[in-house]
């Protein structure tokens, strides 16, 4: 069974940081390009950072320079390094594994709230 477990959310002032956490069960992991996705409430789910399997990064306009997506094969883990937050940094975070463009797997999300 696919399992992908987020971690790390919770309430931060505007500037803080933050640190997700998404470790993959059931999936080898290593092939995966991995991604972070965000939705806030009544918007669309939008793409924040992706890492392919070859440890290629690539980043929303929004996050560039604040963001920093990595990923540990030998722990089955990708993270989200997220500095100087934003207000509209705020919404549900969740971790995805693709494969081919046809394989997907979302984790159940966690809540980033950036409030002073």
């Known amino acids: 069974q696919v399992q992908l477990v987020e971690s790390g959310g919770g309430l931060v002032q505007p500037g803080g940081s933050l640190r997700l956490s998404c470790a993959a069960n059931?999936?080898?992991?290593?092939?995966?390009?991995m991604a972070w996705y965000r939705q806030a409430p009544g918007k669309e789910r939008e793409l924040v950072a992706q890492?392919?399997?070859?440890?290629?990064?690539d980043y929303a306009d929004s996050v560039k320079g604040r963001f920093t997506i990595s990923r540990d094969n030998a722990e089955n883990k990708v993270y989200l390094q997220m500095n100087r937050l934003k207000p509209e940094d705020t919404a549900v975070y969740y971790c995805?594994?693709?494969?081919?463009?046809?394989?997907?797997?979302w984790g159940q999300g966690t809540q980033v709230t950036v409030s002073s």
């Open positions: 995805n594994a693709a494969l081919l463009s046809r394989i997907n797997y």
């Open positions: 890492i392919t399997s070859g440890n290629i990064n």
């Open positions: 059931g999936i080898s992991f290593s092939i995966y390009d």
